[in-house]
């Protein structure tokens, strides 16, 4: 129809006893393009639906289902509700109850240092129980003398509870009936608990705060000597310096006599790749011991990791405030402090880059490994 229902068709449909909807599209001539699901959405909104006539029948067919259903619902409802008295009466009244402990995560249950928890597993007397308005009820305790109340929240598995009640349990609806073997019960939010957690967490920071300012000062005493001997070309030297000095002197003279050209060994070495002399010893000691490994074969690849090992296997390994940085690296990195020298890691894999560049070894793939050049592997 291109119209609305005039009142002579709305006369015959009333007589002819045809129940009637009129719904008007007229808006989605408007539209530059009308789509099918433009003309079910606008059919299924009731906005541009009209009733024009309804037989009584009709009306009363619907008015009885709707009440039907209302009826079930309440009875099925009662029904729940005297299976909840019931459960209630004869679980809580007669035998009492006993509180479930609150759980803690397991850094409060280590720390030594927090306050003992709240106990909050003892047996209670209950001695009634009455609703409120809140959609809970109420448990009375039995305590000596007085008598202290205790919300309790009726909860699905699904459901979502925020309160501003400070103690409270909440129980499942579905464990609230006579045959439920026991009421299981959950602390709520715990105005005890959370005194209590509040005091770990007090304890637990005021305990970083002062690892952090420890590690600090640690960080800036290492710092301000390293500095002094950046400013001053002083060195520290290791207790075994001597003996690394000698094993550096016949590694070179093994090399040399086994027809290596000292011209290329010198351009092997890289005198600015250790300035601050982190290892106790000058570069040439440590890079001459890494090189004879190399030429030697004691591996068919080369890494950061494989030339730490050698290094600390000869007894040469990182000293002093380097040392002493070394085990505050995740400290230093979370505090964002710029050190003024490279790690070791960083160094090794700069003086393997090094190697690299004068075809001594070469990558052989992108994980930082190496293998000596056949070049080399004839000297």
């Known amino acids: 129809m291109s119209h609305k229902v005039d009142e002579v068709k709305r006369e015959k449909l009333n007589k002819l006893g045809l129940n009637t909807f009129e719904i008007d599209l007229s808006h989605l001539t408007k539209l530059a393009i009308i789509t099918i699901e433009d003309v079910i959405e606008a059919i299924n909104d009731s906005q541009y639906q009209t009733v024009i006539y309804l037989a009584d029948s009709f009306v009363k067919s619907s008015v ?40 803690l995560d397991s850094l409060e249950q280590l720390d030594s240092e927090n306050p003992p928890p709240p106990v909050l597993n003892k047996h209670l007397q209950v001695k009634q129980f009455s609703h409120d308005s809140n959609k809970r009820f109420l448990l009375h305790l039995a305590n000596r003398q007085e008598v202290k109340v205790l919300p309790v929240y009726i909860i699905t598995p699904t459901s979502s509870l925020l309160t501003d009640d400070t103690d409270y349990l909440t129980m499942e609806v579905a464990l609230i009936n006579p045959k439920a073997p026991k009421l299981i019960a959950n602390w709520g939010r715990s105005s005890r608990m959370k005194a209590y957690n509040d005091r770990c967490k007090n304890k637990r920071a005021a305990k970083k705060a002062k690892i952090i300012e420890y590690d600090l000062q640690k960080v800036n005493r290492n710092l301000s ?24 002197m016949n590694n070179h003279n093994e090399m040399i006599n086994n027809g290596v050209p000292v011209a290329k060994l010198n351009f092997l070495y890289d005198d600015m790749a250790d300035l601050l002399s982190i290892y106790g ?18 591996t068919e690849e080369f890494s950061v990791e494989w030339a730490a090992s050698v290094l600390k296997s000869h007894r040469i390994d990182v000293i002093g405030p380097f040392r002493e940085l070394a085990f505050l690296s995740k400290f230093i990195k979370a505090q964002h402090i710029e050190l003024p020298f490279s790690s070791s890691y960083r160094m090794l894999s700069s003086y393997l880059t090094h190697l690299s560049s004068f075809y001594f070894i070469e990558r052989v793939n992108r994980r930082g490994r190496y293998q000596l050049r056949s070049t080399y592997e004839s000297l």
């Open 281 to 298: 010893c000058p570069a040439l000691h440590w890079q001459t011991i890494l090189i004879f490994e190399m030429y030697n074969q004691n």
């Open 64 to 103: 009885a289902k709707v009440t039907n259903d209302v009826e079930s619902k309440i009875i099925t409802r009662n029904d729940a509700i005297n299976q909840w008295l019931v459960g209630v009466n004869s679980k809580l009244i007669g035998n009492g109850y006993t509180l479930p402990m609150n759980t």
């Open 225 to 248: 000597q390293i500095n002094h001997l950046i400013e001053s070309d002083e060195r520290l030297s290791c207790a075994n310096a001597n003996e690394i000095e000698a094993l550096a």
